[in-house]
């Protein structure tokens, strides 16, 4: 049974971080590109982050490109997103997404909250 598991997110103010972390089960996780999306109220879901199987390319959406860092870890099965100098417009639900050739799976989401 393939799960993705997010966790992290929480209320935080301007200009603060907090570091999101996707737990993987029920499949080969090493051979998974593993890409971090994000999803506003009223807003097309988008990619933030995106890191290959072998941790050698990164892409970062334009918007938050040196906030924010992705990582892999694949002893752990786990993927991060740290996120540092938050903004408000930063506030959506962030998904973990796990892809390969045709399988394509996502996580349940966590809530990320940017505000004073």
């Known amino acids: 049974q393939v799960q993705l598991v997010e966790s992290g997110g929480g209320l935080v103010q301007p200009g603060g971080s907090l570091r999101l972390s996707c737990a993987a089960s029920?499949?080969?996780?090493?051979?998974?590109?593993m890409s971090w999306y994000r999803q506003a109220p009223g807003k097309k879901r988008e990619l933030v982050a995106r890191?290959?199987?072998?941790?050698?390319?990164?892409n970062y959406a334009d918007s938050v490109k040196g906030r924010f860092t992705i990582s892999r870890d694949n002893a752990k099965n786990t993927v991060y997103l740290q996120m540092n100098n938050l903004k408000p417009e930063d506030t959506a639900v962030y998904y973990c997404?796990?892809?390969?050739?045709?399988?394509?799976?996502w996580g349940q989401g966590t809530q990320v909250t940017v505000s004073s």
């Open positions: 890191i290959t199987s072998t941790s050698g390319t990164l």
């Open positions: 997404n796990a892809r390969r050739v045709s399988n394509n799976y």
């Open positions: 029920g499949f080969t996780f090493s051979s998974y590109s």
